[in-house]
């Protein structure tokens, strides 16, 4: 009697557990999307903490989002889901220094009427430094997953825009059910890009670099009026709330640091010439020119996030074109190869002077980011400094270092697992943990992962074939056919638009992990302008961004295959 | 106390690393015509350099140990060619989105890889005023600069302390730019209302900041700052020399009155096609003028022009350049010089103190460059055939005593960043400021990129 009561007690209260826990997690889940835990343990995996620091055998055990112990002599939790680490390599997850990832490009703000160029109203001008990334943060956006997908996990996003687009902020590239749960630290840098408005002031970089010098002293002498007035506003004239002036502060007290867009080796220096007149603290990012700024970056403490994009490589010419080369071509076919090594050994160039950078994705295509990596690395960049630049000194550079950046006990569960060293060809990423959430991907055989393609059989390949296409341009829709052939391993395409302008033929088309790529030529007034498309194929439907860096635009393209 | 300790280091810390280091160089060169402009021509002379400035001038001079003798034996050594109008070197030149933007520098936009620097240099150039365009009526303010060939860094092409100089523009073309945007000005009046205008709201603006600061109150709140309004107040301070790009008499007049009326003294009118008609005014006033040899009849502004031009000034007592604005002429302003001895017999020594001497005093940079003195900086041409020869031949150029042109090693690929996707990049000997006189055909909109109308 005495036990049974015993048993029945513990029997209620085991239900009053359960019912208390089921409680605890809220709603229930009519998706059956969410993880039956969240505590993890990757057991017996070869684990690189941090660059150069490397444990064999060792279990990392993830629990509540933060990455709860890390050892060769660690007990794994019994409500863990247990990973099997044999073969595999764990690292912390990736850290994007400059990108648009998980913002939603806005409308382009329309030409006002009546518009005087010498002065035209803020969001014209792209003046709009008190507007945030999370104003633009879309959880849909698929650039999350497709930079997560390539090791990401921490993205410093920025805002689209034009001079002064916004705050950056750091975000978690998770699958997340609202923005703010993707949100790690909250408008930490004043995005600027030379980038002018059309046909108004500042209209290119003479204007821009003064436009700047102007809101700047104007912040300092506002930053005294506002605190005075703080302080005691008797007899004091009311300072005017100009949120322009107010998003200034933080980078007047040097709060928040300045990221500037600086791809080429002028644009560096232009940021830097401002940041040696007004003393802010400066970051640049997107860098693609740096390999003689090596020494100017350590001298003023720049942060630097250099660009994963990298030119294509020359073609070296064999044969019969090589026989009908004059020297004049060979001399100016070596000299794009030597500027070619200069483009990829940038890296390798700024590590042996000692500067610690990070990387940027901003100009980069996500599914080229490994193989770029691997081509710095082939140029001089040793894979501890690649690995650093993608996790501790971006960490450090971002402030985010105390919190993430390695695999070590108490930092946020971000971890990437490759089924190989990472920086090997052949590696492919088969669990990434963002925030404590795992995410699976699949591994696909040898063989087709060797050109990274996920290849279908000859005949039945997603791409090729006829395709019904649809964008919005600043004078319309445009729409028409293409078309998409494949020769071996290259396709090819071409582009006919219903209204009747030549045929544009499709360039550098690329398809790879469901991401279909390719650029054009449009001929705008005797002028050839590029025309970026990007994105991914589901089935018979691609839903794509085509983007005109000249003139810093970006629009949605959609097309249907034909006949299905 | 403290406080002032650390911002005075910090000031000396950022100045000494913002100082791009220059190379100089030292060199003797043997046995040559010195043209020295302002002592006569020396036969058979030797000129000593030593770090980047003339150390000696004279006859059978050693040269000390390590430094390297040129042989100029039949040849001409002249001081380096200065374009007082030049686009070159820059990454961009107008900000034509506002009629006045003297706010904006050249200086930020400097762009060092312009292989128009070498062709310039191998025309015998050391110097050149890389201008704001002349869309506006204030453009933005200029920078002299010294062509130091094969930098990435465009600090290094910067002319040290060089005064401080700001392009303003008449006539045909801010009007057009105004009339096109629908903004002011849109006549040669609305010109003059807009200099008035400007430098009235900049006397306001001096006063406004000069009673700010006299304030003793602790609690003060500062006046807004304008960049625009602080330069146009260093031009009214005798601060800035202004540059004014100018075609007609009656506009030149203009600005003549305008100035007496703010008390602005420094003053070169660019172009100047027919200052010739107010030569005497010009003399009065003190202001001079840099124009071209020949060149007319490109618009109906220029009808009235003389290639008499440069002479009819030189004889009235005006001081006067001969300037290129152009990445072409850049390389042969010997002989743009040389053809006001076919117009108006002009001296040597005159005609080539139009492509030296005078254009360096338009630049308030005449006690560095612009003649073969000693103490002067080593800016140097070398020509085989007397420069205002048309057999002359520029064979060697030298800046701060460092040779960048040397016609005996000319490299044909000049190029210093190569677009590793492109075998040759689009360049033609007519560079991007061409485009920029014609801007508004030049740019294309945003709108024309997705027209139907190709």
Redesign the interface.
């Known amino acids: 009697m005495k036990l049974l009561l015993t048993k029945t007690i513990r029997a209620v209260f085991l239900m009053l557990l359960t019912v208390s826990t089921v409680s605890l997690n809220a709603q229930s889940d009519p998706t059956g999307e969410s993880a039956v835990t969240r505590t993890f343990a990757i057991t017996n995996a070869t684990v690189i903490q941090a660059p150069g620091k490397e444990l064999k055998g060792a279990t990392v055990v993830i629990k509540n989002g933060l990455i709860q112990a890390v050892g060769t002599n660690v007990t794994v939790p019994t409500n863990a889901q247990v990973i099997d680490g044999k073969d595999m390599f764990v690292y912390a997850g990736f850290i994007d220094g400059l990108a648009n990832t998980g913002a939603k490009r806005p409308e382009n703000t329309p030409r006002p009427n009546d518009l005087?160029?010498?002065?035209p109203p803020n969001d014209y001008a792209g003046i709009t430094p008190e507007h945030s990334l999370l104003d633009q943060l879309d959880i849909e956006s698929n650039t999350i997953a497709s930079m997560r997908k390539e090791g990401f996990a921490i993205s410093h996003s920025v805002p689209f825009g034009r001079m002064l687009p916004g705050a950056g902020s750091i975000i978690l590239l998770g699958d997340k059910k609202h923005a703010d749960e993707l949100i790690l630290s909250k408008d930490v840098t004043m995005f600027t890009q030379f980038a002018g408005?059309?046909?108004?002031?500042?209209?290119?970089?003479?204007?821009i670099?003064?436009k700047y010098?102007?809101l700047y002293?104007?912040a300092e002498?506002n930053k005294?009026?506002y605190d005075?007035y703080a302080e005691?506003p008797s007899?004091?004239?009311r300072?005017e709330r100009d949120r322009v002036t107010e998003a200034f502060f933080p980078v007047v007290t040097k709060q928040q640091a300045v990221m500037y867009d600086a791809s080429g080796?002028?644009e560096v220096?232009?940021a830097m010439?401002l940041q040696?007149e007004l003393g802010f603290r400066l970051m640049v990012g997107n860098v693609k020119?740096a390999w003689?700024l090596g020494q100017m970056f350590k001298?003023?403490g720049t942060g630097v996030f250099l660009s994963l994009d990298l030119?294509?490589?020359?073609k070296e010419a064999k044969g019969k074109d090589l026989d009908e080369m004059t020297e004049?071509?060979k001399?100016?076919?070596a000299?794009?190869?030597?500027?070619?090594k200069k483009?990829v050994g940038q890296a390798a160039s700024l590590a042996n002077s000692g500067v610690k950078f990070g990387f940027s994705s901003l100009d980069a295509t996500s599914t080229k980011v490994k193989a770029n990596l691997l081509t710095m690395i082939e140029n001089g960049l040793s894979e501890n400094d690649a690995l650093a630049a993608l996790t501790t000194n971006a960490a450090s550079l971002l402030g985010i270092d105390k919190i993430t950046g390695t695999v070590e006990a108490g930092k946020i569960a971000n971890i990437m697992v490759s089924n190989a060293p990472y920086f090997t060809k052949d590696s492919q990423i088969k669990f990434m943990f963002v925030d404590g959430d795992k995410y699976d991907f699949e591994i696909k055989e040898k063989g087709a992962a060797g050109n990274g393609n996920r290849s279908a059989a000859a005949g039945n390949d997603p791409i090729v074939g006829s395709w019904t296409y649809n964008f919005e341009?600043?004078?319309g829709a445009?729409t028409g056919k293409m078309t998409f052939a494949k020769d071996g391993d290259t396709y090819t395409g071409k582009m006919t638009s219903n209204?009747?302008?030549?045929d544009a033929n499709l360039q550098e088309v690329t398809f790879a992990n469901g991401t279909l790529s390719f650029i054009f030529m449009?001929?705008?007034?005797?002028?050839s302008?590029e025309l970026v498309v990007s994105g991914t194929v589901t089935g018979n439907q691609y839903d794509a961004e085509v983007t005109?860096s000249a003139?810093n635009?970006s629009t949605p393209m959609s097309a249907t295959k034909d006949g299905q | 106390m403290k406080k002032n300790i650390l911002i005075l280091t910090l000031i000396l810390f950022t100045g000494f690393i913002s100082e791009a280091q220059v190379k100089k160089g030292d060199v003797l060169i043997k046995n040559g015509t010195v043209l020295t402009i302002t002592k006569g021509t020396l036969d058979n002379t030797d000129v000593l350099i030593k770090d980047g400035k003339i150390s000696r001038i004279g006859k059978n001079l050693k040269a000390p140990n390590g430094v390297q003798e040129i042989d100029a034996t039949g040849k001409f050594i002249m001081p380096g060619i200065i374009d007082a109008h030049s686009h070159i070197a820059l990454s961009s030149v107008n900000e034509g989105t506002s009629q006045v933007t003297a706010e904006v520098n050249m200086g930020d936009v400097i762009d060092p890889f312009d292989v128009s620097i070498y062709r310039a240099l191998a025309g015998g150039v050391t110097s050149t005023h890389a201008l704001h365009g002349s869309a506006n009526v204030i453009g933005g303010e200029s920078e002299t600069l010294k062509l130091r060939y094969g930098t990435s860094n465009p600090e290094e092409l910067k002319f040290e302390d060089a005064p401080r100089t700001i392009k303003f523009a008449l006539g045909e073309n801010p009007t057009r730019g105004g009339r096109s945007r629908g903004i002011q000005p849109s006549s040669r009046m609305g010109v003059e209302a807009m200099l008035r205008n400007s430098f009235n709201d900049a006397i306001a603006y001096r006063s406004t900041w000069a009673a700010y600061k006299a304030d003793k109150n602790p609690r003060k709140v500062a006046p807004e700052y304008d960049l625009r309004m602080e330069t146009l107040v260093d031009i009214l301070d005798g601060k800035v020399l202004v540059h004014c790009h100018s075609y007609r008499a009656d506009e030149i007049y203009m600005l003549l009155k305008v100035f007496t009326d703010f008390g602005i003294k420094k003053l070169t009118f660019q172009h100047a096609n027919e200052a010739y008609k107010v030569a005497s005014e010009l003399a009065e006033f003190g202001a001079s003028a840099s124009v071209f040899a020949d060149w007319w009849a490109y618009k109906l502004e220029v009808y009235w022009s003389t290639a008499y031009n440069a002479t009819i000034l030189t004889r009235n007592g005006v001081l006067t350049s001969i300037n290129s604005d152009s990445g072409e002429l850049i390389r042969h302003l010997f002989h743009e010089a040389a053809k006001t001895q076919k117009y108006g017999d002009l001296s040597d020594e005159e005609a080539l103190s139009l492509i030296t001497l005078n254009p360096a005093k338009q630049l308030g940079i005449d006690n560095r460059v612009g003649s073969i003195e000693v103490g002067k900086d080593a800016d140097i041409a070398i020509f085989e055939g007397h420069p205002l020869s048309v057999y002359a031949i520029p064979v060697m150029t030298f800046v701060d005593g460092v040779k960048y042109f040397d016609r005996a090693n000319d490299i044909a690929d000049q190029r210093i960043y190569i677009n590793p996707e492109e075998a040759v990049e689009n360049i033609t000997i007519f560079n991007r400021e061409d485009e920029d006189r014609c801007m508004e055909e030049g740019v294309v909109s945003f709108e024309a990129l997705f027209s139907n109308k190709k």
Request: charged share 25%; net charge negative.
């Open positions: 005087f160029s010498p002065d408005a059309p046909g108004a002031y500042p209209g290119n970089v003479l204007g670099m003064a010098r102007n002293r104007n002498n005294k009026h005075s005691n007899g004091i004239e300072p080796v002028l220096q232009r010439r040696k020119q003689d001298d003023n030119p294509d490589a020359p004049e071509t001399r100016l076919e000299r794009k190869v030597d500027f070619y483009y341009t600043p004078n445009s209204d009747g302008a030549p449009i001929d705008a007034g005797g002028q302008v005109v003139f635009f």
